[in-house]
């Protein structure tokens, strides 16, 4: 990120105006963001042999991130960040093809923080920023590649992988030492899951809403080996009863080891009865493992697997009730990732699937995806 002094200028100045005339000195503000292409080629069983229309694409995945630091007369700390892109994701089933190039706003957030912990306002994932899960250097893109109403992604997502609803979030401080660790906790609130920026709901409809997220969070050292451990809670509500959506309570737990140039680590969350409907009552849940390796600072490879079992209704294979339900899911991803200077990585992707569906076979899908990306961060 590149640092730069903005506090004179007419922009911030007008931004900031309040806020400056408390600091005891100038507003510090970060820019920095990526530029990240990558090709893909991909292939789905689509059921009963059909297969995608396409083999192959390109997409162009970027952001340009800011971020403001100052303090005031007493001490404290307070500023906000600000990151648009072009990703299309949120944190809701309805929108998970992700398949538009329109800029949008994904994280818009101020902050105040001082002795007694943080409070953060705006759109953010919130609280689960402190969930921990198996280490990878693949991430989450090659979903791009795969149709929603034929892949699941919902297990790769889970609940709220995407989200950016705004909300409002507390975090405390980080408790203990350098010797038996540290340990913070956090909770979220958020009025209407997967509404942000300026929409303001005033008439109510199946929506979920009233969504409370905690998540406490471990770093320490057990001998030779860095641990890092989470576990999470997630409540929701609907609007009204009469519809299709279900309250809902999910739990995780994430755990990592490092040791030397290795990292392993497992998660797991029960999704409860998230993006299920009152008919669907049988049990819905994610778990993942992974292996990270670093070569000499340049080279990384990792190794995960992802599996699963749930409801996704935004599959079109099948009717609604059991067919709906993916009963054995599973994603092996191979990455691999080169840093070639600062700022400048290769990755490679490699990615298998499969996911068998209740009821006929034929509602059952395979495939894969294949990757290379060149990423310039700045």
Known sequence: MRKILLATTALVGFV????????????????????????????????????NSSSGDFETVYSLAFGIAGKTANGMDFGGNLVLD???????????????????????????????GKLQLGDSRGATDLTVTAPSVAGIRFIDFLDSSRFSKKFVLGVDAKDHSTNA????????????????????F????????????LVG????????????????????????????????????AATSDRPFMSWGAGITGA????????????LGHYGSTSIQNKSQQ??????????????????????????????????????????????????AAYTWAPGLTTDVNAVLFSQTQDKTGAKDNDGYVLMISEKLAF
């Open 16 to 51: 900031t105006a309040g806020a400056a005339q408390a600091a005891t000195a100038p507003l510090n503000v970060t820019v920095g963001g990526n530029i990240d292409f990558v090709a893909g080629a991909f292939h789905e069983s689509r059921a009963a042999g059909a297969t």
């Open 86 to 116: 072009n990703d299309q994701y949120t944190g809701t089933m309805g929108g998970l093809n992700g398949n538009s190039n329109t800029i949008s706003v994904t994280t818009a957030t101020v902050f105040l923080s001082g002795a007694y």
């Open 169 to 188: 979030t507390y975090y405390t401080p980080k408790f203990g030492n350098n010797e038996y660790g540290k340990v913070q906790a956090a909770v979220t």
């Open 190 to 201: 958020t009025p209407r899951f997967g509404q942000f920026g300026s929409a303001v709901q």
């Open 205 to 240: 409809n199946s929506n979920v809403r009233d969504v409370i997220k905690g998540a406490l969070a471990y770093t320490g050292n057990i001998k030779s080996v860095a641990v890092a451990a989470s576990a999470d809670i997630i409540t929701g509500d609907i609007t009204a």
């Open 259 to 270: 040791y030397r140039d290795f990292t392993l680590g497992f998660n797991y969350t029960d």
């Open 286 to 335: 994610v778990y993942g493992a992974g292996l990270k390796y670093a070569f000499c600072c340049k080279l990384a490879v990792s190794f995960n697997w992802l599996g699963g079992e749930g409801y996704d209704n935004a599959l079109t294979l099948g009717a609604a009730g059991a067919e709906k339900y993916v009963k054995d899911f599973n994603n092996y991803n191979f990455g």
